[in-house]
Every structure is written in structure tokens, then in C-alpha cells.
């Protein structure tokens, strides 16, 4: 069993940038997906690292601007968001799975309870 806490969330100007973190709790490898919840919208994954070789996807909705990275301890994982966008507030999820990768919400199986995210002038 694994559990994840995120932090990091707040609010910020259109064109600034943020950092949030996500805290794995437990053993094993695992890969690590950032899921967000616009409001009144589905979930949309936005990027995710492989647990097995470091692949990395992003949505074409934030690629080169947010980055997902695995710190050298590996058990925290950050997405650096740069340029953000008001279309990129919503709640951001952390979600881990045993195996593969990929955007899909249905195939993690560990959630964290999100942490929310504001960019408004």
C-alpha cells in the first residue's frame, strides 16, 4: 500500500510559475501521474514519469511548460509549472500505479487528495 500527500498549491498571477510536490509514503516503485479537476470538468492527466526508465508524457495542454521530476531520493515527486495559464487552475492529484504509464485516471490505482491551484490576475 502506498499513500501520497501533495502540497505546494496556491494561487498566482497568469505568466508565473509554480512548484508543486508530491510525497510517496511506502515501498516499492511505482509510476507517478499529475491529474487535475478543472471546475465543473473531467479529470485531465497532464504529465506523468514511468517508474521504470524515467519516461515522461505531458498533455498537449501543457507541454513545454511544466516539467515532472523524481528528486534523488525518490520518494518526492515535483511538477514545476511555468506559464501558467487561468485555463490551468483546477485541483491537482497525484495518483501512483504499480505498473505501465499513461494520462488515463482509471488506471491508478493510489490517490493523493489534491492540492489546489489558482491563477487569476
Known amino acids: 500500500q502506498v499513500q501520497l500527500v501533495e502540497s505546494g498549491g496556491g494561487s498566482v498571477q497568469p505568466g508565473g510559475s509554480m512548484r508543486l510536490s508530491c510525497t510517496i509514503r511506502g515501498s516499492g516503485y511505482y509510476s507517478i501521474g499529475w491529474i487535475r479537476q478543472a471546475p465543473g470538468k473531467q479529470r485531465e492527466g497532464v504529465s506523468c514519469?514511468?517508474?521504470?526508465?524515467?519516461?515522461?508524457y505531458y498533455s498537449d495542454s501543457v507541454v513545454g511548460r511544466f516539467t515532472i521530476i523524481r528528486d534523488s531520493r525518490g520518494n518526492t515527486i515535483h511538477l514545476q509549472m511555468n506559464n501558467l495559464k487561468p485555463e490551468d487552475t483546477g485541483v491537482y492529484y497525484c495518483?501512483?500505479?504499480?505498473?505501465?504509464?499513461?494520462?488515463?485516471?482509471?488506471?491508478?490505482?493510489?490517490w493523493g487528495l489534491g492540492t489546489r491551484v489558482t491563477v487569476s490576475s
Open positions: 514519469i514511468a517508474a521504470a526508465n524515467d519516461n515522461t
Open positions: 495518483a501512483a500505479r504499480p505498473s505501465g504509464m499513461g494520462p488515463h485516471s482509471k488506471d491508478y490505482a493510489y
